[in-house]
């Protein structure tokens, strides 16, 4: 069975990387310029800008997409499985990291390739967010990771079928899990300890040293607890519901149209 997929010239490869570079920065500006503590006193500014900029990346994203020559069904697929994600998050609740959203985020960017994955996790949050008015300074955030999440699994190898690639998505989803808790953690934690504990944030130390405390902290606070959750979830979902997943969502990719003009 073909593979049909978004994702084709090289420039929307470019302008995926240029979205995920701005992800980075907003994630790890903090470990990567030397900043006083004034300055983190205004660190609650930047997630607010970056309300307003994350859309502006996503729209820029979905050009490139139409450019590609994507026809109205497509699109009608993006929307489709971004309200199914935005209805079964209330449902799961994230209760002990029992979240049902991921696994459909994976198997949405297999089918249809990265582009879509990284369309699919942005607007995905976003419309839960809405739906749950969970709209905070954490949103950007979390689209941009989930975002991620998305376009990893459009960027596995491709021709594996069967057992062997529901044991690959199922591995990805639990490592995918894991960094999407590391993330949310990490736009938190170099303002949320304040100074002088173990496992804070320090100013102007190097990345090795803050990196290390990070990792100690993402390990006793949310590794063991919800992260691991997310994960069994995820890879329960996958094993269970993705083979017959799969085979819908590439029936109806067959029939929409992503010829290039």
């Known amino acids: ?30 470990l990567l310029v030397d900043v006083d503590a004034d300055a983190l006193g205004h660190t609650t500014d930047a997630p607010l800008a970056f309300v307003l900029l994350l859309p502006i990346v996503l729209a820029v994203v979905l050009a490139e997409m139409a450019d590609e ?4 069904r497509a699109l009608a697929m993006l929307g489709v499985l971004a309200a199914l994600e935005a209805a079964l998050r209330p449902l799961s609740a994230g209760a002990g ?23 699919l996790g ?24 989930s975002a991620w999440f998305g376009l990893g699994a459009g960027l596995l190898p491709r021709r594996l079928r069967g057992r062997a690639e529901i044991a690959m998505l199922a591995a990805y989803g639990a490592l995918a899990s894991l960094a999407y808790g590391a993330l949310m953690n990490l736009w938190f934690w170099p303002f949320s300890l304040g100074e002088g504990t173990a496992l804070s944030y320090v100013a102007g130390d190097p990345l090795s040293a803050n990196l290390e405390r990070f990792a100690v902290f993402t390990l006793v606070t949310s590794t063991l607890g919800f992260d691991l959750g997310r994960a069994i979830t995820t890879v329960l979902a996958i094993v269970l519901l993705g083979p017959a997943i799969l085979a819908v969502l590439r029936r109806a990719a067959r029939r929409a149209s992503f010829a290039p003009r």
């Open 122 to 145: 942005c607007l995905s949050l976003l419309a839960s967010a809405l739906l749950t008015a969970g709209v905070g300074p954490w949103l950007p955030f979390q689209m941009m990771a």
């Open 69 to 72: 020559g994507i026809d109205s």
């Open 1 to 30: 069975m073909p593979q049909v997929t978004i994702a084709g010239r090289p420039r929307t490869h470019l302008v995926l990387a240029l979205a995920s570079l701005v992800g980075l920065a907003m994630f790890c500006w903090p």
């Open 97 to 119: 990291g029992v979240e049902l959203v991921f696994f459909l985020l994976v198997l949405g960017g297999r089918v249809f390739g990265p582009g879509f994955g990284f369309a």
